[in-house]
């Protein structure tokens, strides 16, 4: 007798029963670029359908979330000025510690997650510290990665995330964490970071696109995958309470092995060159608008518990049937 599969697929009631992998608006995060500024409200024309806000808009963009259910963001901020130690990144009147303290104002219950890193804010578009010959200082680096951290932490944002790929840098902010009393706040570090090509709408989007060379040096090679596993593994160590996978559709494998190997939460980020492939296809007709849904929950069923995307707005609105 051969396997008749095909009993279980017959109609959509014993699809639905037999469904192993689910969406949910609740583990979906949405990532909000924030400018310097008044009644900023413009689309980012590498990524259709997302917006840079300033500071008094993003009553408009906390209110779409509300709508659909949609209670996580990650911030994204672009200062004006710039300069070779982001000093902007960890001033209190930065653009991110406004943009933290505003969103908690328009909703408290908002959980509002505060990207570490230093490339928007530093004239040469790098995650550190440059030293004397050119090269990014990962231990120079780590101390400016804490002021950051700490800025965010009296800012009152709910999670910290840190993506400079700087080695030690989750048990530098960790430290410094503690030791200002911010015991419960959680970490969530971008563990294995990949140096891939399809940031390049982002880069756009944040203005952080790199003045010399590439970001190879301190970013993971996109060949490598038991790095990947290193990289986790040192950040657990350190005391990270979520680990993230990014880019997420171009390494489901690096998401499945992390699961099968570490009992930890499991972050994805659908990043914006798997955003903006998917929404022109789909825009131009070459896909069903279902690609979207699928390509998230191939994300799901390799093992995230959480996505980041820019899609999390629309997904949660045909969630909701709005």
């Not at 300033?54 to 963009?61: G, P």
């Not at 050119?134 to 101390?143: A, E, K, V, W, Y």
């Not at 092995?257 to 930890?264: D, G």
């Amino acid at each position: 007798m051969f396997y008749r599969g095909r009993r279980l697929r017959e109609n959509q009631v014993t699809r639905s029963l037999m469904c192993e992998t689910h969406l949910h608006v609740e583990q979906l995060i949405y990532p909000i670029f924030v400018v310097e500024g008044t009644n900023i409200k413009q689309e980012i024309s590498s990524l259709p359908g997302v917006y840079h806000y300033s500071i008094d808009c993003l009553k408009d963009v906390i209110a779409q979330m509300n709508e659909v259910g949609l209670k996580a963001c990650i911030l994204f901020g672009i200062p004006e000025h710039k300069d070779s130690v982001a000093s902007e990144a960890y001033a209190e009147s930065g653009i991110l510690q406004q943009a933290i303290r505003e969103i908690k104002r328009i909703d408290p219950d908002m959980f509002v997650i505060g990207d570490v890193c230093m490339c928007e804010y530093t004239d040469h578009g790098h995650c550190g510290i440059i030293d004397e010959h050119g090269h990014i200082d990962n231990d120079q680096t780590l101390p400016y990665l804490q002021k950051i951290t700490l800025s965010y932490a009296m800012s009152g944002v709910d999670m910290v995330a840190p993506s400079a790929m700087m080695d030690g840098q989750i048990l530098a902010m960790r430290q410094i964490l503690d030791e200002n009393g911010y015991y419960q706040l959680p970490i969530m570090g971008y563990s294995a970071k990949f140096a891939s090509a399809y940031y390049g709408p982002f880069r756009e989007a944040a203005h952080s696109a790199p003045a010399f060379g590439d970001r190879s040096a301190y970013q993971m090679d996109v060949a490598n995958g038991q790095e990947a596993l290193r990289e986790i593994a040192a950040d657990i160590d350190e005391g990270a309470d979520i680990i993230m996978v990014k880019p997420a559709l171009a390494f489901l494998d690096v998401i499945k092995e992390t699961k099968l190997n570490f009992n930890v939460p499991i972050c994805a980020y659908n990043v914006s060159g798997e955003y903006a492939m998917l929404k022109m296809a789909v825009e131009q007709g070459l896909m069903k608008e279902s690609v979207i849904e699928e390509s998230l929950l191939a994300i799901k069923r390799a093992g995230a518990d959480m996505i980041i995307t820019y899609f999390a707005l629309d997904i949660a609105r045909k969630m909701r049937n709005l």
